[in-house]
């Protein structure tokens, strides 16, 4: 048996957007084994830097943290996708920079998360649906972002679930950032499975070190 922590932003603190529906809290709660709990500190509109202040709640009796985090910084940095250009390369280096601000800040944020010293789970930031207006320019941009997720996650060997391929039907989201019931779903079955064992949880295996 065990209790886990949501920590992060509207990806799981997401009940103002499925009205009448269960977030994603409540179906976690539903798809654990019996005797497991889990709890929301994660706030919608946070972003990376605020998880600081969701780790000073975290209860005693916690045994598991997944963090899900970083689609805000993002969106606090989407301005750089209508600045002016010359070339091709001079606005690869607005998005470096970009990235290079999100990895100081995810950094920091998850030095204290592993602080807390229990087992820990990192979240991908989603894809837009395919529907939304300027699909590929985000999800382009966005695989900058999650490159930083994805190093944090191998580097610490801690494991990663990836919402770009668990969300990957615009019915999964309520709108553009905010997942719908439907995908709330699925990622509290890819969370109870890989936590708690409940259900299938198919797994990759990366070689970093």
Known sequence: MGHIILLGDS???NGVYVPGQRD?????RAALPQGWKASLLAVDG?????????LTRIPA????????VGG????GESHILGAPARMVGEALMMLAEAQQRFAGNYAYMLEGVLGRRLPTALCTIYD???SAPNH?????????FNDVITRAAFGNALPLIDFRLICSEDEDYA????????????IAAAIAALIAGSGDAPRSVVVAR
């Open 11 to 13: 990806i799981f603190d």
């Open 24 to 28: 994603v809290v409540k179906q976690l």
């Open 46 to 54: 946070a972003v990376t830097r605020g998880v600081a202040s969701q």
């Open 61 to 68: 009796d916690a045994t598991h943290l997944v963090v899900s």
């Open 72 to 75: 805000n910084d993002a969106l």
């Open 128 to 130: 837009t649906p395919t």
């Open 136 to 144: 590929r320019i985000i999800k382009t941009a966005l695989a900058l």
């Open 175 to 186: 709108n553009p950032i905010e997942p719908s019931a439907k995908g709330g779903a699925k």
